[in-house]
């Protein structure tokens, strides 16, 4: 664990808060992180990452995707005693960059728990790069709480 978090460390002091980066390269960042939790909570984290052959080369701002995620794993395991996994999707949605985040959440405790500074300061990243509001979407719906990320791409 003392490897993994000193190559995330590694990692985030490398990057420039501006700048973008291959969905690749952030995925593999991302798994670094997710390595981490497991290793605090064992057998009861479980995580899905795929992302299309399209997607994969596409850019993002950089350690865009660490916060929601973060935001997932508390929000997911910290009232449970159970098993969750969960889901980062990503795919080329023509000139656009189509990020999921999928995390089982108990609408009883959630609210009182966050702060909601994670999602905010993404979508105010995303508004001071992009000057659009619509590219953060979440919504709860079963017991499982959706973010959805859209990347505009200049090509």
Do not use: C, W
């Amino acid at each position: 664990m003392v490897q993994q978090l000193s190559d995330f460390l590694r990692g985030t002091l490398k990057k420039d808060d501006q700048q973008l980066v291959p969905l690749e390269e952030e995925f593999r960042h991302l798994e670094l992180y997710l390595e981490i939790e497991k290793v605090r909570f064992g057998h009861r984290l479980n995580t899905i990452m795929h992302m299309d052959a399209k997607g994969a080369q596409m850019l993002l701002p950089s350690l865009l995707l660490q916060p929601i995620v973060e935001n997932a794993v508390k929000f997911g395991l910290y009232d449970t005693i159970g098993e969750i996994t969960i889901s980062i999707l990503a795919r080329a949605d023509g000139k656009v960059l189509r990020i999921e985040i999928q995390n089982p959440y108990d609408p009883g405790t959630s609210r009182a728990k966050g702060t909601g500074f994670g999602l905010s300061s993404v979508k105010r990243r995303l508004y001071l790069l992009y000057a659009r509001h619509d590219l953060l979407e979440t919504r709860a719906e079963d017991n499982i709480f959706t973010t959805i990320l859209k990347i505009p791409q200049a090509i």
